[in-house]
């Protein structure tokens, strides 16, 4: 037996046994060899499992995050590195752009803070121009025209407002031309009572409604409907005692075909001495408003009723408010206005002083 001092390395081959025991040593080694190999690659593998855990894990809490609506992920270094790799992330573009034209690209499309009242920060714009210029231009160009028409509309107003409207129409012969004639002698002294139609004195339906108060057919595009009129409670009496104070005018947003007919019906004493329609209105930014500086009436004598605010927007100070009716049995409202309207039919003064309390004086 052959003593040798023990070798620097682990494996039998150190010792010389002969030919067999070479044979055998080499098989050791080859067994040992792909024993070391197996070990090292499951190291390996477990450390790179455990780094993808640690991406994934981190990616899905950034993912969690961005669903709950935090602005913030705390993740590690590590993790952030590992998520790059991952498909879910979006890959780095393969061609940054300069900075010149990174900078330019922003500049060009981000609108200045309170120019449309939108949070910016938020706010993506897509642009099809090449140019940052042209598109800032005329981006520029459509924010400033919508101000202007916003902002003429919003002038237009007022000054209407601050005028009372916009004053007795002149006729094609240079004269001034109202809406309504001139006073008949028997409304001498009186004050103007402006009347809405529909959904203040009535409810016209085209669809048949349960015991209508009358059916009225009119012809519209060569067909003839029936609209179904109910009236409002207390209606008649209204219309009755309003015309022995006031001068009574009808002032409608509806077309003289249908309007007309149905005040045939509703008013069959002529209570009502005079009718406008659609075409006597003002259609100022989409809404039909009646113009009471139109018709040729002191306008400090002046009172109107209607449903809508928008049909008396130019003259808020001469209205009587009255909510809109459909088929309520129970309304009162009508009834309730006749002791204040014989009052204020009999007042002297500003009837704007009177409906509007907190109005000291109007020029």
């Not at 067999?20 to 190291?43: C, F, I, M, N, Y």
């Not at 409810?203 to 067909?223: F, G, K, M, Q, W």
């Not at 409906?355 to 000291?360: A, G």
């Amino acid at each position: 037996m052959f003593c040798t001092r023990p070798s620097a390395r682990e494996h039998d081959i150190d010792v010389d046994e002969g030919a067999t025991h070479l044979v055998v040593a080499e098989g050791q080694v080859e067994e040992e060899t792909a024993k070391r190999v197996a070990r090292d690659s499951e190291k390996q593998h477990t450390r790179e499992s455990s780094t993808v855990t640690t991406g994934q894990g981190a990616r899905i809490s950034a993912l969690v995050a961005l669903l709950d609506g935090e602005t913030t992920v705390n993740a590690s270094p590590a993790a952030t590195l590992d998520a790059d790799v991952d498909i879910i992330v979006p890959p780095t573009p393969s061609r940054l752009l300069p900075v010149s034209e990174t900078d330019g690209l922003t500049s060009g499309a981000v609108q200045p803070p309170g120019s449309t009242g939108h949070d910016i920060s938020v706010e993506q714009r897509t642009h099809t121009s090449d140019s940052a210029e042209e598109s800032d231009g005329s981006f520029t160009e459509e924010d400033a025209l919508k101000d202007l028409l916003r902002v003429d509309a919003e002038a237009e107003e007022q000054m209407l407002i601050r005028k009372g409207g916009m004053g007795i129409p002149m006729g094609p012969d240079g004269n001034p031309r109202p809406l309504l004639p001139p006073i008949a002698p028997q409304h001498q002294g009186r004050k103007c009572l402006v009347l809405d139609l529909d959904e203040t004195l009535v409810h016209s339906s085209l669809r048949p409604v349960p015991s209508p108060d009358y059916v009225v057919p009119v012809e519209i595009e060569a067909y003839w409907h029936n609209f179904y009129v109910l009236k409002r409670p207390g209606v008649d009496s209204f219309l009755k005692r309003m015309g022995e104070i006031y001068e009574v005018v009808v002032f409608t947003a509806s077309l003289s075909k249908y309007a007309d007919p149905v005040l045939d019906r509703l008013d069959p004493d002529r209570a009502v001495a005079h009718r406008l329609f659609r075409e006597s209105c003002y259609n100022h930014r989409g809404n039909y408003v009646k113009d009471l500086s139109q018709l040729g009436r002191p306008i400090a004598e002046t009172i109107i009723i209607d449903n809508s605010p928008a049909s008396y927007i130019f003259h808020p100070h001469n209205a009587v408010p009255i909510s809109s009716w459909f088929n309520d049995q129970h309304d009162t409202e009508l009834t309730d206005l006749f002791p204040f309207l014989a009052d204020l039919g009999s007042a002297s003064g500003d009837v704007r002083g009177i409906l509007n309390v907190s109005l000291d004086s109007v020029s």
